[in-house]
């Protein structure tokens, strides 16, 4: 079992930067990828950023050159540095691991066998 502890969330005024971290419980297996999601009120969960174990990354087009997501293994944490924030960024920031040997990392929320309970960002204009 593993668990998922997301931190670094807060109120920011747009234009902005936060680094959210995740730190999970257990070291994750070799081959597995991690993932930030965020969900906005009334809004269904979008994936933001992933990582393959072995550094390969993937971003949403709306967030590319203002997200970086990066991992220590020896440390179990993933983090996000988030740049030049905008308003539409406002969500609950969440954390995923999804064990098991990965070519092409899911983007699917539901493919993600662990989260964490979220951190909340907010962006003010």
């Known amino acids: 079992q593993v668990q998922l502890v997301e931190s670094g969330g807060g109120s920011v005024q747009a234009g902005g930067s936060l680094t959210l971290s995740c730190k999970a419980s257990?070291?994750?297996?070799?081959?597995?990828?991690m993932a930030w999601f965020r969900q906005a009120p009334g809004k269904e969960r979008e994936g933001v950023a992933i990582?393959?174990?072995?550094?390969?990354?993937t971003y949403t087009e709306f967030v590319k050159g203002r997200f970086t997501i990066s991992q220590d293994n020896a440390k179990n944490t993933l983090n996000l540095q988030i740049d030049s924030l905008k308003p539409e960024d406002t969500a609950m920031y969440y954390c995923?691991?999804?064990?098991?040997?990965?070519?092409?990392?899911?983007?699917?929320?539901?493919?993600?066998?662990?989260w964490g309970q979220g951190t909340q960002v907010t962006v003010s204009s």
């Open positions: 995923a691991a999804a064990l098991g040997t990965w070519y092409f990392c899911p983007t699917r929320p539901g493919m993600y066998n662990y």
């Open positions: 257990a070291a994750t297996y070799s081959s597995r990828c």
């Open positions: 990582i393959r174990f072995d550094g390969v990354t």
